[in-house]
């Protein structure tokens, strides 16, 4: 049968604006996120990530906010691209000591706009 | 410095049979960790090797597995297969000791079972 699939945000931004895309998460124990860039066809690539002992932490363009407080996360892309469009995924880590085991949230699809 | 390779990309598979995914981490990762992304359910976590041992578990059927390898690459299998099995097989590697560190992905396997 037909698969009803996810409904994901869609964030639509003007060449050149900055984007802000937030996340939400589930385990206050979780203590490493990750952000991820998904292109059509590709898999999720590493954009940036951020230890629960910081609250900001910043790349080329891209800046990650960590509130622990209210289990949110927002990554913020600088100066947005058309190469920037495509689904942005959040993921958290329930186990510690090098384990990988990530949570994704359900995605944000990002469309810049010329 | 390779990335995380998978293959097969494309495979087609009839119900009740069995399939075997393969993936090969980046140069020096000791853990590789497995994923199954649908329009469904999203990227859900299967499971993770380290040093040829799963490490940390997913909640999926038995007919789910995976092994590891002495030089880190990693089988995953399924067998019986079902429509709902049909997706994006996704691995990624990471260097697994220690601290959590990046999580890099593959490609990833486009499985159809028909």
């Known amino acids: 049968g037909e698969s009803v699939g996810l409904h994901l945000p869609t964030l639509s931004v003007q060449e050149g604006d900055n984007s802000i895309i937030n996340c939400a998460y589930s385990n206050s124990a979780s203590d490493y996120f990750i952000w991820y860039k998904q292109e059509s066809g590709k898999g999720p690539q590493f954009i940036i990530d951020i230890r629960s002992n910081m609250d900001k932490r910043q790349g080329q363009r891209v800046t990650v906010l960590l509130n622990k407080t209210v289990k949110h996360l927002s990554l913020q892309i600088a100066a947005t691209q058309p190469g920037d469009s495509a689904v942005y995924f959040c993921?958290?880590?329930?186990?510690?000591?090098?384990?990988?085991?990530?949570?994704f949230g359900t995605g944000t699809q990002l469309k810049v706009e010329l | 410095k390779a990335g995380v390779t998978q293959t097969p990309r494309y495979l087609i598979k009839t119900r009740g049979q069995q399939v075997t995914l393969s993936c090969s981490p980046i140069?020096?990762?000791?853990?590789v960790s497995w994923y199954q992304q649908t329009p469904g359910q999203g990227l859900q976590f299967l499971f993770e090797?380290?040093?040829?041992?799963?490490?940390n578990k997913g909640n999926f059927p038995g007919r789910f597995s995976g092994r590891q390898f002495s030089n880190s690459r990693s089988e995953m299998n399924v067998s019986t297969l079902e429509l709902g099995d049909s997706a994006l097989y996704l691995c990624a590697s990471s260097r697994g000791g220690g601290m959590n560190t990046e999580a890099f992905f593959g490609q990833g396997t486009r499985l159809t079972v028909v």
């Open positions: 090797y380290f040093s040829e041992t799963q490490r």
């Open positions: 993921a958290e880590n329930g186990v510690t000591g090098g384990g990988n085991k990530l949570t």
């Open positions: 140069s020096g990762h000791r853990s």
